[in-house]
């Protein structure tokens, strides 16, 4: 998956042209052997890694961000639909890191994005936070009589964190270089639920409606019921998966994606495609020590965490990217 956002020899348009005349030389918008030769050396002075390929770290000190290629004004256009709703300074690391890494994380937690950003705000945990929070329903709602009141966070996506800075997210992992090469998208998930006589609950006491339980074929880091993904946010999920890849060239069939696809082609398909496909999702020793790159999970990377799972409607966003 070529990122429109990352450059590198053989590419043309509008956007090398710019490439070039930032870099004083001839802009012919054609990344030809003389433009990748000039990219080499401006990435040696500026202590990048020299590749020849532009990517943010190397925008960045071109000061240019190319999204501005595409934006303007008018706040129907871009990304308009991420809402910031910034950590204040301290509470992240404030430092610019090249990307590697998506992860998909879910709170444990209540529904309303802002209402965890605060919180991230207020603990004595140090800088621990997500890029992205993405708002869910409270579990406690029958969706089937939503009101737009019950909808009013679901889907909606803040930004915490801007994608060039970082914050710990993941946790005793076996790479801290994961922390800090990786953006975090946080998902407003209760997580796993008990029954009890019939009814669910959620772990801090909450009763989850029925409509909004989702029942595993098989367990999942112990648990067989876990507060459904919405559509929306499943929705929000993938575009900002989408926007991701461009801006930081990430390959989105790596990861977890790449790990299902395998899955299906060893002939499991309708295993992996149903709920109860914990496999995939469980941890592995190579993913914790961070050996492999893309989108993955915070299950992945930790046996005591269960977010993601392996609801339905999340596997076949993530096999349809």
């Not at 900002?240 to 398909?269: C, F, P, Q, W």
Request: aromatic share 10%; hydrophobic share 30%; proline share 3%.
């Amino acid at each position: 998956m070529q990122s429109k956002y990352v450059l590198k020899i053989g590419q043309n348009g509008d956007l090398v042209r710019i490439l070039q005349e930032l870099l004083n030389i001839d802009a012919d918008g054609v990344f030809g052997p003389n433009t990748r030769t000039s990219v080499v050396d401006f990435q040696k002075k500026n202590n990048l890694k020299s590749d020849g390929v532009v990517g943010p770290m190397t925008w960045l000190k071109l000061d240019y961000n190319p999204l501005e290629l595409e934006a303007d004004t008018d706040v129907t256009t871009g990304a308009s639909w991420i809402q910031q709703y910034p950590l204040p300074d301290g509470e992240y690391v404030k430092e610019v890191t090249p990307k590697e890494w998506i992860f998909l994380h879910h709170t444990a937690g209540r529904h309303n994005p802002k209402k965890v950003i605060d919180q991230w705000s207020r603990d004595q945990r140090g800088r621990v936070g997500t890029h992205y929070v993405i708002g869910g329903v409270s579990s406690t709602v029958n969706m089937d009589l939503a009101t737009e009141e019950d909808l009013k966070w679901d889907g909606k996506i803040l930004q915490a964190i801007k994608d060039e800075y970082w914050g710990y997210h993941l946790g005793s992992v076996k790479s801290s270089k994961m922390h800090k090469g990786s953006i975090s998208i946080e998902l407003c998930s209760a997580g796993y639920l008990e029954e009890k006589d019939g009814k669910f609950y959620t772990w801090y006491g909450a009763e989850v409606h029925e409509s909004q339980v989702c029942r595993l074929d098989k367990e999942y880091k112990n648990y067989k019921y876990y507060h459904k993904y919405s559509d929306e946010q499943i929705k929000s999920t993938k575009a900002l998966l989408l926007l991701l890849s461009d801006k930081h060239g990430i390959n989105l069939k790596e990861g977890i994606v790449k790990m299902l696809l395998e899955s299906t082609r060893h002939g499991a398909s309708q295993y992996y495609l149903v709920p109860g496909s914990p496999d995939v999702f469980n941890y592995k020793e190579d993913i914790s020590r961070g050996k492999i790159k893309g989108v993955l999970t915070h299950g992945q990377v930790r046996t005591d965490k269960s977010d993601v799972f392996p609801q339905r409607e999340l596997i076949q966003m993530l096999l349809s990217l």
